[in-house]
């Protein structure tokens, strides 16, 4: 394959060659948003939705670095370990936890200046409720896409900045892409986060890994390799 010399990026030292597809776009999708549009900092609370994802998992880590209170949540029991493990400040499991009130005692009743969120749906009324006043709420996905009802009310009050985002225009953006891949292939480097694989898949069981995709049992990344 012939590409472009400016959209190759060097893998970092610390990680392998295996496992160097499971890295651009979850980091690059977390930092453009908690780092290039927020600006995450040290006691920040930032909470992440689905956080079993490759992109959660980025976000944990990345939110950790930078000194944040990071709120993973999840809707499987099964996953609240796995999460525990990367070391977020609190676990919410959704489906058995009461989600606001949890993160408000969470926050000491100050709310989340952050909410990082691929579900959508009514869940977005629920972010609006936990996020502090002027907090970011960004919606990058539509796991439910139930139409949702705004509670403008709420959004008004607080002064909160509803965004939808994608890693498009870092990725158009020279100067904005080569910051988050010199930052993210330093913290790689210095062993602050490593990108987490699910399970491998040889090319020709690739229908295995979309399998495994769907049974939503994944914590991270699934990677197919070209081998046997």
């Known amino acids: 394959m012939t590409v472009r010399a400016d959209i190759v990026v060097a893998t970092p ?23 290039d549009i927020a ?16 992109v959660g998992i980025a976000a944990i880590q990345l939110g950790r670095a930078l000194g944040a209170h990071v709120v993973a949540t999840t ?7 796995a999460l525990e493990a990367f070391g977020p400040h609190a676990v919410v499991d959704t489906r058995r936890e009461p989600y606001v009130e949890r993160v408000k005692e969470i926050t000491g009743g100050a709310g989340a200046r952050v909410v990082f969120d691929p579900v959508y749906g009514p869940l977005v009324n ?11 709420v960004f919606v990058y996905g539509a796991l439910d896409p139930t139409p949702l009802t705004l509670d403008l009310g709420g959004m008004l009050r607080k002064q ?8 498009g225009p870092l990725l158009g953006d020279p100067a904005r892409r080569a910051r988050g891949v010199a ?21 020709d069981r690739v229908q295995d890994a979309h399998r495994r995709l769907e049974s939503n049992l994944q914590v991270g990344k699934v990677v197919v390799t070209p081998g046997a």
Do not use: N
Not at 39 to 53: E, H, K, T
Not at 160 to 167: P, V
């Open 75 to 81: 809707t499987s029991a099964a996953k609240v370990k």
């Open 126 to 136: 629920d972010h609006l409720k936990v996020a502090c006043r002027e907090a970011v």
């Open 39 to 54: 600006a995450l900092g040290p006691g920040d609370f930032v909470v992440v939705s689905a956080a079993s994802s490759s």
């Open 183 to 203: 930052d993210i292939t330093a913290r790689l480097q210095l062993g602050e986060f490593a990108p987490v694989v699910d399970s491998y898949f040889p090319l």
């Open 13 to 35: 030292s610390t990680v392998s060659d295996r496992d160097a597809g499971a890295i651009w776009m979850q980091y690059l999708t977390a930092w453009g948003a908690l780092v």
């Open 160 to 167: 909160i900045r509803l965004q939808g985002y994608t890693i």
